[in-house]
């Protein structure tokens, strides 16, 4: 069944869970969900242990905000420990990964920007 969306507002809810990439990841803010030209939005829930696992972006950068919960970006080896209301950036071409190190849910929302040429292409795991 394709989802529809109404193409300004996307409820969370609407949006499926994807856990490919590690924990509960929504990509909410898309071509596909509101047309969005410039940019992906979307929100990953992270329990204790989980992480997202190691990618990168060759078109655009992403900024990552933390609202709940402590852990580590990793970045290029290099790791950077973060917690909850901070937000990181990682320049595009990057290799990173998020774990989630400390003993409740990290909650964390993210932007990618610009948009890659085509869906496909905008993520890369390494």
């Known amino acids: 069944m394709t989802q529809v969306y109404a193409g300004t507002v996307v409820q ?18 898309t071509p596909a969900t509101v047309g969005a030209t410039q ?3 979307g929100h990953v829930l992270l329990q204790p242990g989980e992480e ?10 992403e900024s990552v905000f933390v609202i709940r919960g402590q852990g580590t970006v990793i970045i290029e080896d290099v790791p950077h420990p973060i917690q ?5 950036l990682v320049p595009k071409g990057l290799r990173h990964r998020v774990v989630n190190g400390g003993s ?9 920007a610009p948009l890659a040429p085509r869906p496909e ?3 890369r795991d390494v």
Request: proline fraction near 2%; charged fraction near 20%.
């Open 84 to 88: 909850e209301q901070c937000v990181f």
């Open 52 to 61: 997202i696992k190691e990618h990168l972006h060759d078109y655009g950068e």
């Open 121 to 123: 292409i905008g993520h």
């Open 104 to 112: 409740g849910d990290m909650e964390l929302v993210f932007a990618t």
């Open 39 to 41: 940019l992906i939005m």
């Open 12 to 29: 969370f809810g609407d949006v499926p869970v994807v856990h490919a990439r590690g924990g509960q990841m929504r990509v909410l803010a």
